[in-house]
């Protein structure tokens, strides 16, 4: 959009509908991986947010949604913003329905303070992404998750119903209340990792699962990648349930196999039993003690890259592994960079950090990782990483044959490409 | 086209043993599980390969003609209702299992595979398919995904959509593309997750790839007799409160347990008003000390009789009467109209007795033996068609049934998906704005509207910009549809 356009449109008139206090001129700090803004506006209700996106369709304003703001750095830089429309007042707990396991919460709310209401009633939404402070509304439009996911799967095996203001301002819904429901397409599945670019995302209904009562930790520490994959595959052939299978490498030796095992205390302990003598065949296993349990995770679950390194996700089959492993050491190696690795080792999702380069290596790295994984069945996907480097290698790789029919799917829902214009697959 | 040319093309594609076009033969196909709708489909086409059936959809997209894909036929809302102009697409002889990954926990087939194969197939070492409907046993995988099927054990483990990573489809303009993977998180919109459980409007999938779960340790399985239909509900309620998510909670009421005991002579305790079968897997430690809690809330909601199950062919036993009970009604009543609808689950209750009101109110009995775990109820309308006027009583009654089942938070359909059947009901529980987004995912999808149309949505509606060979709709041209 030219200046000129966006010019048509004032900070009062985003006041006029949210009020003086909700709508301001964007600062510095509102930028979109160095793309600046011009306001930013905070809907208090549904109503006030398909009237901002009414307006933004109207005078042809290019609109990035914004939860807390903890993965507004996903995706690829974004041709253009205008207007952020945030989600930050939209943050109540509307329902929560005990008996259902069921509540539906406004997309604002952090997921920490939703978690705090469900506690109440020894509930929980079994979503454990890493990025602390972030809404449960930006978690499904970026579709995190984290190592629970192997127990109770991700957003989409979560989300029950959605509600959300289209481009032009329709409000929409799909789904329901109930966990059982195959009603009219799943338009919340559709919604789920579209990362802001079919929409704001603006109510949420999720399934609820009961908190676990207690837990133990089966951690085995092996000298290779290979050893690290046959113990994972022994977890995951067997007949335990462990909430998590993480694995987590610091250092190009050794790894760290680590299962959690959650439930009632009879059978976990009989599990952890079981666990240890699966898992000490493939090294040095042993069950933690109560006072080291909250102090592993904390290190083992820590991302791996700090803010000024880069982060990539890698999305591969399980019994690849070993060969992921070796593979992230190998390319750091050639490209001079150092790899931190943790991932959720039974799902496939390998999360890797890197630094002691700069965005020429880190490129070089990951077209060597894309060649090798993106060739088969995975991807590699920058979910941190400076703009530079994003123009350098799209955030995203590759997608494969169904990208024209995604393009129809963005056309559908926003022919006038207002949002989030370039940050998503393919230069959606 | 005509009809002798679209025979002859098709017979290019597939032989002539590939395509049926005689009226007798065509009428096999002339309904699925829902029998009450019937229609004779233009053409049967019966492909072997993902290529002929590629070729078949793009014959349909140059020509304009409508299909319809069938499975099995075992679908329940008139999903595979053929179209009077169209090509009914038969997938019965795509029954090939690609690829069996355990290691990667994944196995790979074709839609006409029955769904209970991939659980033969993987048994021995160790897995299962978990979305059982209670077709299992001849439903196909193409339908299961198409329906985003369920079953008694998806409270626990979930529906198809959380058991299908990857799908090979072919588009309504011919085009195949690959939606998901098999490895997690794929980049882009999951379109994946659109496709299941959209009854076959979206396209035709021509390779599924699925998830398999490892079997559990134990499974235990109780039977528990109620004195009335509420009690079996609140122990359930109560179970799920303590923590525990069995695998299946299934409920019958009275009239249910009259034709199961009926069926199979289950000896149930006199004077049963409710019963409760629950099932719990997992490890067996943790699943003996739960179930022992289940067997003690049963008795403090008033269990007169607690049948525990020793040994598998004990479970079957106790099963046995619950999977009875739809074919069992035939034993009491001449018809029965069967519904889908789901309530949150602590409105079963209310509704249970709501239902009853709208039997005696309508003078019609009506069975319910549901999912009580999911809140999904299958309310049966018994009636008996040689009297005059009571076919369209019971469809009515099952109707209000529908309606108030939606006034407690609910939705239309649990499994069974909307189909023909239920399409005039979407109005009722989604808005217009809601219909019309969904619209928009099906225009990207088929926006020639070829891919099993007027199903899912009350009124045709078309897609606006259609690029391509096609005109003016017919239904737009004849002003019985809008432009969208």
């Known amino acids: 959009m030219s200046v000129s356009e966006v010019a048509q449109v004032s900070v009062e008139d985003l006041q006029s509908i949210v009020g003086r206090e909700h709508a301001r001129d964007a600062s510095e700090a509102d930028a ?3 793309v600046a803004p011009s306001f930013v506006v905070e809907p208090g209700t549904v109503e006030e947010a398909s009237a901002v996106m009414k307006l933004a369709h109207e005078k042809g304003l290019k609109v990035t949604p914004r939860g807390s703001g903890t993965k507004i750095g996903w995706g690829n830089p974004p041709s253009e913003v205008d207007l ?27 997921l920490e303070d939703l978690q705090k209401e469900l506690a109440g009633a020894n509930q929980m939404l079994a979503l454990d992404p890493p990025e602390a402070g972030a809404t449960v509304g930006g978690i499904v439009a970026a579709n995190a ?15 029950i119903g959605i509600t959300v203001v289209l481009p032009n301002g329709t409000v929409a819904k799909a789904g329901g209340k109930v966990v059982k429901n195959v009603a009219g397409y799943d338009l919340g599945k559709l919604y789920t990792g579209s990362l802001g670019t079919l929409g704001l995302i603006v109510e949420t209904i999720w399934r609820l699962h009961p908190i676990p009562e207690t837990s133990r930790t089966v951690v085995v520490e092996v000298e290779s990648p290979e050893e690290a994959g046959a113990a994972v595959q022994s977890l995951m052939h067997s007949t335990l349930v462990p909430t998590m299978i993480e694995v987590h490498r610091p250092e190009s030796n050794g790894a760290t196999v680590a299962a959690l095992i959650e439930g009632i205390e009879p059978g976990v302990l009989a599990q952890s039993v079981s666990a240890l003598e699966l898992t000490r065949l493939h090294g040095d296993a042993r069950v933690l003690e109560r006072d080291e349990v909250a102090g592993f995770w904390r290190d083992a679950l820590k991302t791996p890259w700090d803010e000024s390194g880069v982060g990539l996700k890698i999305g591969a089959l399980p019994a690849e592994l070993p060969n992921i492993l070796q593979l992230v050491s190998d390319a750091a190696e050639r490209n001079g960079l150092t790899p931190r690795v943790t991932g959720h080792a039974a799902t496939g999702v390998t999360l890797v950090g890197l630094s002691g380069g ?5 490129a070089a790295m990951v077209q060597e990782l894309r060649e090798i994984i993106g060739s088969g069945e995975g991807s590699v996907v920058v979910v941190q990483g400076s703009p530079e480097l994003k123009r350098k290698v799209d955030a995203w790789g590759a997608v494969g044959d169904s990208l024209p029919l995604m393009r129809r799917v963005k056309g559908r829902f926003d022919p006038g490409a207002l949002m989030n214009p370039g940050r998503f697959v393919g230069g959606i | 086209m005509e009809t002798a040319t679209l025979v002859e093309r098709m017979r290019g594609i597939l032989g002539a043993e590939g395509v049926i076009s005689e009226h007798e033969q065509l009428r096999t196909y002339e309904c699925d599980g829902l029998m009450s709708y019937r229609v004779v489909p233009r053409i049967v086409v019966l492909p072997e390969t993902a290529d002929q059936l590629q070729r078949i959809v793009q014959v349909c997209y140059e020509e304009g003609i409508p299909f319809v894909a069938r499975g099995s036929g075992t679908g329940l809302s008139g999903g595979a209702l053929p179209h009077e102009e169209g090509v009914l697409i038969a997938l019965a002889r795509m029954r090939e299992i690609v690829e069996v990954d355990i290691p990667n926990q994944r196995v790979i087939v074709e839609p006409g595979v029955i769904n209970l194969w991939v659980t033969q197939e993987v048994a021995p070492e160790g897995y299962y398919f978990a979305p059982d409907p209670s077709s299992q046993l001849v439903c196909s995988i193409g339908g299961t995904v198409a329906e985003n099927s369920g079953g008694a054990h998806c409270l626990k483990y979930g ?20 939606l998901g993977s098999k490895a997690p998180d794929p980049p882009g919109y999951d379109l994946l997750g659109a496709f299941v459980g959209s009854e076959g409007t979206l396209g035709i999938a021509t390779k599924v790839t699925l998830r398999i779960v490892r079997q559990p340790e134990t499974v235990k399985t109780l039977l528990a007799a109620f004195p009335t239909v509420d009690e079996a509900g609140a122990a359930v309620s109560e179970i799920i409160a303590s923590g525990i998510i069995p695998s299946a909670a299934e409920i019958m009421d009275s009239l249910s347990i009259q034709a199961a005991e009926m069926a199979v002579h289950a000896g149930y305790p006199e004077g049963t008003g409710g019963i409760l079968v629950a099932e719990l897997d997992g490890p067996q430690a943790e699943v ?14 008033h269990a007169t009789e607690v049948r525990v199950a020793r040994d598998e062919e004990e479970r079957v036993v106790l099963w046995k009467g619950r999977k009875a009970a739809l074919a069992a009604m035939g034993r009491i009543s001449h018809d029965c109209y069967l519904q889908d609808s789901v309530v949150p689950r602590t409105a079963l209750s209310d509704v249970l007795k709501k239902i009853a009101a709208l039997s005696d109110e309508w003078g019609l009995r009506v069975a319910n033996f549901f999912h009580a775990g999911d809140g999904n109820l299958h309310p049966l309308v018994l009636y008996d068609e040689r009297i005059e006027g009571e076919s369209e009583k019971a469809h009515e009654l099952a109707g209000q049934i529908v309606l108030a089942c939606l006034e407690y938070g609910g939705s239309i359909t649990g499994e069974h998906g909307v189909g023909e059947d239920k399409k005039h009901y979407m109005p009722k529980m989604f808005t217009e704005n809601d219909m019309n987004t969904m619209q928009l995912l099906r225009c ?41």
């Open chain 2, 288 to 301: 003996d000390h739960q179930f022992g809690e289940v067997e003690r809330i049963c008795r403090e909601n």
């Open chain 2, 444 to 484: 990207a999808f088929d926006p020639h509207g070829l891919a099993n149309p007027g199903k899912v949505f009350p009124t045709p509606r078309l897609c606006g910009e259609v690029p391509g060979p096609y005109k003016v709709h017919p239904l737009q041209k004849a002003g019985m549809a809008e432009m969208f």
């Open chain 2, 159 to 178: 529906f198809t959509t959380n058991h299908v990573t990857a799908l090979e489809v072919v588009l309504p303009d011919g085009e195949v593309v690959h």
């Open chain 1, 84 to 110: 952020i429309v945030s989600t930050a007042r939209l943050n109540r707990l509307l329902e929560h329905a005990a008996g259902d396991l069921v509540t539906r919460v406004e997309a604002g709310m952090k």
């Open chain 1, 145 to 159: 998750s984290g190592p629970r996911r192997l127990r109770y799967g991700t957003v989409r095996d979560l989300l």
């Open chain 1, 32 to 34: 979109v991986d160095g």
């Open chain 1, 358 to 362: 700069d965005d020429e290596g880190y």
